[in-house]
């Protein structure tokens, strides 16, 4: 009699189709969050709002979700917001806010599209970053660094007791990297590579954001090259960095006619920022 041997159809390279080996226990969870949202960093936790952007995407774990706000329970993190480890750019500084230190005022009337809950981080990583021309919160105008994509680094004892609830449908045990790792991405972007030529959206989006905290002085005006930023252990591939294929980095000096007469004001240099897509970033509140 002839034996039957057990065949394993595979469908693409996803994480998503991956098999899962029952017997691996994640250690580390990696939440990755894209695009412009408002970190509330409150001891004991974390309260993250993705605002309603017109033509923005919203996706948990790679799937569309519904409005809503969604808990995260079996991850554990630091104690108080003074114990968490940042790794971010130099110039990320004026993304980062003390809500104290500016009188920030948050207008409860406006409803974000998401709102998560969770613990505070042991460690928040910048993976990707890029130069932006601003007016920051104390009202100077300056080129700073835009972190675009943040890790949020948590420790879990195993999968059984990782989820969001509601579940919008992730299963952490479906993601294990490397045998200790698991991750979620959650996103709230224009879909594909969300091009942005004239770099109204992007800015339109950044006001939006902004607009949670009545008197910030924040502005956004565009965004130009990509900045080396960090990495975290555990992110398969296609989460190490979500925009570098989305991102294409111009430093090529161009000619362009130009006709000058007795109107016409004398030439000067000038930063000359680039959007070509709709990359945008977050701001994180600290309290106090």
Known sequence: MAASIPVLATNGCSVMNRPTDSTMSAKALNVIFSGPMIFLMETPQLRVLVPRISGHEYNIDHAAAASGTFTLRGAAGAADVTQIRYDVPQG????????????????????????????????????????????????????????????????????????????????????????????????GELPGQGLDPTGQHARAAFSEMTSFFPGLQLQFFGSGRQVQSGTVEGLPPELAHPHSSGIRNSNTAKLVPAVLNSSTAHPRLMPALMIENCTMGGIIVTKP
């Open 92 to 187: 990320a500084d004026a993304f980062h806010l003390s809500r104290s230190q500016l009188h920030l005022v948050m207008d409860t009337q406006k409803q974000p599209f998401f709102t998560f809950l969770l613990p505070l981080p042991n460690r928040i990583v910048a993976l990707s970053a890029r130069e932006a021309d601003i007016v920051d919160a104390f009202g100077n105008r300056r080129i700073a660094v835009m972190p675009t994509s943040y890790a949020f680094v948590y420790d879990v004892s195993g999968t059984e007791k990782l989820a969001l609830e509601p579940n919008p449908g992730w299963k952490a045990a479906n993601s294990i990297v490397q045998g200790k790792f698991t991750n979620l991405l959650i996103t």
